[in-house]
């Protein structure tokens, strides 16, 4: 570009020059004049310049090897000389721009690209290289990048992601894009954009001008596919050929709706569950299946039919998704050993829009089959409350328990008391028929609670052993006399008078009748005319003992002893006869008890020595003399005994006490056992045996008692149900020792020729046995003879042979 005209040269330059410069400065100060006076008119006016300037244009992305030529600077002053010298300041002046400063040629010596900068405000202006001053004022003009088609459209936020619901309608709107183009939108077609779909139907189309991607295609189903990956496509120029394109992938993700109805896999379930489960036990889950999700899935169970329904229970699990069956109410194998539940399963939420796909919902049958246990017995009570009076005789049944297997096998049951809940050992239970009786006679006074626990055992199965509280409260009867509470002792002052209160009195009885307590007071009979005091029954069992005279002395009597006679009010009357000890004693004016002595006796302070050397010698013979009778008598009452365990043969037993031999039948009676009604107590008790129960086959009833099947008592039975139970309680007795034999000594005794064969009565003698009379017995004890006859002979043996 150029800008100006050229000057004409003459042959006068120098005085052209010369004019001109003059004429400049001239004209520059009566520009400067006009200005001023114009602005204070309010007038704006254009200045005329020297030199003309416009707008450059270029266009970017040049990409030759020489800057790119922009355009020219040239001043009306400019003689071409050199004299003017052009500066360029500014956007990009001296990097991005260049000027020659003689010619005024202006270049680019960098790349121009219009997205980076659209133009640059440059200033120019010309200098007198010899002043070095300028010649005009400093003018502006700009350089504009014109635009070229060089960037395509661009997805700012790809890859973009959206989610419709499945089953979506043609036209439903998925997601709208928008793409951009950095040219210029106002120069040309470089930056509008058109949409096109290259990857995503016929599932999915996009409006061409708007980017606006919609669904092209009903009834997609995520249950067949849920994923779908299209390629959108922005092309600038208009979409004509030769334009840019850019592209971006849409992930869109179909949602869940409730299209599908739930279904069990299976028409029918088989479960089992012991009959000893809990109430609340897990039977079994069953679930049908949604080809749904989420909440769209999620089911409700409930039982609908079956003869269950009442013994069970089906809840949802904490996903919605499973239906528990839980146990509602005991089961028992014996009372019904299967049941049948129908079972519904049900959507939660349903979409109103797809209920013509139901229904919603399933059916199927669940068989529950209850596994048989060996069980304990069962009691035909779940506790047992007794009332006995405590003035049972002993052998009295009061009550008898009833247990059953509650098996189909119906075994036999045992009877036991649990030793630790009857450690007196009160009472006794049948084996066999569960008849509870009384051993030991009752005191309510003494316990008037016994809390014990009856045990049954299956015979078959001795760890199947089920258990009852049996409480027995004992009934009381008036067997106690009652007493004086406290005060066994009063006093009467010397200054009392007649009719003087001097003592109330009260009682106890430990016995608790049904109406309360009530006492009489009286003098015993034999004091009945006492001179001195006498009784008053307040009738609210309490007495008063009042004085008869005055003018008591200690001189006279120090002390009265006073009986009173006390009596219940229940039957059978309790009477007792208490002693209460009166003393006179001084007292003050106030009546408070100074001194009860009649007078002061004063002992010895000390005693002469050979006084005390006399006690202390006697004391000390007595003392010798005891010691030496005690030892004496410990010497003859101990038996000489030896036990030499190499003279212990097969089948002796050793024991301490005379054998009765044939008329020895004290270890068990067995007479007694086999006739019990004639059973009578007599004779010694085994010394290895407590005798706690004395032949309680006598005190069993001959009649059969107890629930039907069990076994009779009485008769012959009375031996087999004694022994076995006798058996089972050293077997459940942890304290007791192993009796388990049965020794009968029904040889040898007194009443045979021989007589007793025991040494026991030898130890008064201190000299060797001889044992040659054995040969004249017989052949029976011709082993005897053998062994002790001859050899070695032992004084000191002490034992039986059976």
């Known amino acids: 570009h150029k800008i100006g005209k050229m000057p004409v040269y003459t042959l006068l330059l120098p005085l052209a020059l010369a004019l001109l410069t003059l004429l400049c400065e001239a004209q ?67 990097t991005t721009f260049t000027i020659d400063d003689s010619t005024g040629d202006i270049h680019a010596i960098k790349r121009l690209d219009r997205e980076v900068k659209a133009q640059y405000l440059l200033k120019a202006q010309a200098w007198n290289r010899q002043t070095d001053r300028p010649l005009e004022p400093e003018s502006q003009f700009i350089v504009k990048i014109q635009d070229i088609n060089d960037n395509e459209p661009k997805f700012q936020d790809g890859p973009y992601q959206a989610t ?41 189309s996009v409006e061409p001008k708007t980017g606006e991607v919609r669904v092209s295609l009903a009834g997609m189903d995520r249950e067949v596919r849920e994923i779908y990956s299209i390629i959108i496509q922005a092309k600038d120029m208009g979409g004509q050929l ?12 179909l949602s869940d709706v409730n299209d599908n109805p739930p279904m069990f896999d299976q028409k029918l379930y088989q479960m089992s569950v012991l009959e000893s489960a809990p109430v609340g036990s897990v039977v079994g889950r069953i679930r049908a299946k949604d080809r749904d999700i989420g909440i769209n899935a999620e089911m409700r169970y409930s039982i609908i039919d079956g003869d269950g329904r009442d013994t069970f229970d089906i809840s949802t ?102 030793m630790t809940t009857d ?23 003494e316990l008037s609670w016994h809390n014990i626990t009856v045990l049954a055992m299956e015979m078959s199965n001795p760890s199947m052993i089920g258990s009852v509280s049996v409480a027995v409260k004992i009934l009381d009867v008036n067997d106690n006399p009652p007493s004086l509470t406290h005060y066994f002792e009063a006093f009467v002052c010397e200054s009392a008078k007649a009719g003087q209160l001097i003592q109330t009195v009260t009682a106890i009885d430990p016995d608790d009748p049904l109406g309360g307590q009530h006492f009489y007071y009286s003098l015993a009979p034999e004091a009945a005319n006492n001179p001195n005091f006498t009784l008053r029954d307040n009738q609210d069992n309490t007495a008063w003992i009042l004085t008869r005279r005055g003018g008591w002395s200690q001189q006279d009597q120090s002390v009265y002893y006073l009986p009173i006679f006390i009596s219940d009010g229940e039957l059978p009357v309790q009477t007792s006869t208490s002693t209460l000890t009166i003393r006179v004693c001084s007292c003050d004016v106030e009546g408070n008890v100074m001194s009860c002595n009649a007078e002061a006796y004063h002992l010895p302070a000390s005693l002469s020595r050979g006084a005390l050397i006399a006690i202390l010698a006697c004391i000390f013979v007595m003392l010798v003399m005891i010691l030496l009778m005690l030892s004496l008598r410990s010497h003859r009452k101990r038996p000489y005994l030896h036990d030499e365990e190499d003279n212990v043969h097969e089948n002796i037993v050793r024991y301490d006490d005379e054998g009765g031999g044939e008329e020895d039948t004290e270890a068990f009676d067995i007479a007694a056992m086999w006739n019990p009604h004639e059973a ?80 026991l009565q030898s130890g008064c003698s201190n000299t060797d046995h001889e044992y040659d009379y054995l040969n004249d017995w017989g052949p029976r004890f011709k082993k005897l003879a053998e062994m002790y006859g001859e050899g070695t002979r032992d004084s000191s043996l002490y034992t039986h042979i059976l």
């Open 28 to 94: 520059g100060r009566m520009d400067k004049a006009r200005s001023q006076e114009e602005s204070r008119a309010g007038l704006l006016r254009r200045v005329k310049r020297g030199w003309v300037w416009n707008q450059f244009f270029v266009l970017e992305e040049y990409t030759g090897l020489e800057p790119l030529y922009i355009g020219k600077l040239h001043s009306d002053m400019d003689l071409g000389d050199g004299s003017i010298k052009y500066i360029l300041s500014g956007d990009g002046a001296g």
């Open 423 to 445: 450690l007196g050992k009160y009472f006794y239970i049948d084996i066999t028929s569960g008849a509870l009786m009384t051993v030991l006679a009752l005191d309510r006074e």
């Open 164 to 204: 419709i619901p499945e089953m979506s309608t043609i036209g439903t709107e998925v997601i709208r894009l928008t793409a951009t183009d950095a040219d210029d939108p106002t120069y040309g077609n470089s930056a509008r954009v058109v949409y096109s779909i290259l990857q995503g139907q016929p599932y999915f």
């Open 680 to 759: 009578h107590l007599v004779g010694k008790q085994r010394q290895d045996m407590l005798p706690e129960i004395e032949s309680l086959s006598r005190y069993v009833p001959l009649a059969c008692v107890g629930w039907p099947g069990s076994v009779c008592v009485g008769g012959d039975s009375n031996v087999q149900g004694y022994v076995l139970s006798k058996l089972l309680e050293a077997d459940l007795d942890p304290c007791a020792p192993p009796y388990d034999s049965l020794q009968t000594y029904a040889y040898e005794g007194e009443g045979s020729v021989a007589e007793s064969l025991s040494s």
């Open 242 to 253: 030769g334009g840019l394109a850019g592209t971006t992938v849409v992930n869109i993700t």
């Open 317 to 418: 699990d904490p996903t919605n998704l499973f239906g528990i069956i839980t146990i509602k109410k005991p089961l028992n194998f014996e009372s019904k050993a299967s049941y049948t539940l129908k079972i519904e399963g049900a959507n939660t939420h349903l979409d109103h829009r797809f209920l013509d796909k139901g229904p919603f919902s399933h059916v199927t049958i669940v068989h529950v089959s209850v596994e048989d246990i060996d069980e304990p017995p069962e009691f035909s009570s779940a506790a047992y409350y007794i009332e006995v009076s405590e003035e049972a005789e002993i052998g009295t049944v009061f009550t008898t328990v009833s247990a059953r297997d509650p098996d189909a096998s119906n075994n036999s049951i045992r009877y036991s008391i649990e």
